[in-house]
């Protein structure tokens, strides 16, 4: 029987971490290391991202991560021994992404449970505007 994006979604699910909001709140202000990836299209960055997120939309996210791709983004593919957080609008492709670097080899990446939505029912903090960052 053919897969569904429902399926993708529960079995990358099962496989990855998920950090709550307020645990990652108090982990950007600890950990300097730490790098946060938004992996939404860049109309959803613009309305709204966590300080400090970096854009890799999920489509280009294997690419980014590569340090062998020509499109690679040198803030994901160093980043394969420091904690990662990746979110996105609900947690779903987020969780994709996660499995994804896994399997890349990345050794502490996380999925921001519940996504933006969450984050921003929280009440934390939260910026507008276009990402000024390198795109692969």
Same mark, same amino acid.
């Given at each position: 029987m053919p897969k569904?994006?429902? +399926?993708f979604i529960s079995e990358a699910r099962a496989r990855v971490t998920d950090i709550q909001a307020d645990d990652l709140d108090e982990l950007r202000e600890e950990d300097a290391d730490l790098l946060l990836v938004d992996v939404r299209e860049p109309y959803e960055y613009e309305k709204a991202h966590i300080p400090g997120a970096i854009l890799v939309p999920r489509g280009m996210l294997e690419g980014a991560? +590569?340090?062998n791709n020509a499109h690679r983004i040198e803030a994901l593919y160093t980043a394969r021994d420091k904690p990662v957080v990746i979110y996105c609008e609900t947690g779903a492709r987020a969780a994709m992404a996660v499995d994804t670097l896994q399997q890349m080899g990345f050794a502490s990446v996380k999925n921001l449970a519940g996504?933006?939505?969450m984050w921003e029912a929280e009440d934390l903090d939260i910026e507008s505007g276009p990402y000024a960052g390198p795109l692969p």
């Open positions: 569904t994006l429902s +399926d991560a +590569d340090p996504g933006i939505k």
